[in-house]
């Protein structure tokens, strides 16, 4: 796994990556309560707003760490928004993207220089 700044992880599985925010995000946020997704088949630049997420203290938004196109989405978070706080890791990744080329990631931090950041 790789970190951005904003706080998303970014996981390289064959040719797609799978887009989550950390537990530092999740906590940061508290008790999330709605989450909206991308469309399958959307694209997005490097920066483009990509998924917004709401909380009970705020609502934020998840960045295009990179262009990608969406081949799937989580529809889980639709239904159940909490599990953005139970497990931010794990079953609540936000998208699956298609890139041209996973070494993209390569340029995020490691987790422990993530770690140093968030400290």
């Known amino acids: 796994m790789k970190y951005t700044e904003d706080h998303e992880w970014l996981r390289a599985e064959g040719n797609e990556i799978v887009i989550g925010i950390t537990q530092h995000a999740a ?3 508290g008790d999330v309560v709605f989450v909206e997704l991308p ?3 959307d694209t997005a630049a490097k920066g483009d707003e990509l998924a917004t997420i709401e909380s009970v203290k705020a609502a934020a938004e998840i960045n295009a760490p990179f262009d990608i196109e969406v081949v799937a989405v989580n529809e889980k978070l639709a239904e159940n ?3 953005v706080n139970e497990d931010p890791l794990g079953e ?3 998208v699956r993207v298609r890139v041209d080329d996973t070494s993209v990631v390569d340029d995020y931090l490691e987790e422990e220089s993530y770690r140093e950041l968030v400290e």
């Open 27 to 29: 906590e940061q946020l």
């Open 39 to 41: 469309e399958v088949g």
């Open 81 to 83: 928004p909490e599990l």
């Open 92 to 94: 609540a990744w936000f």
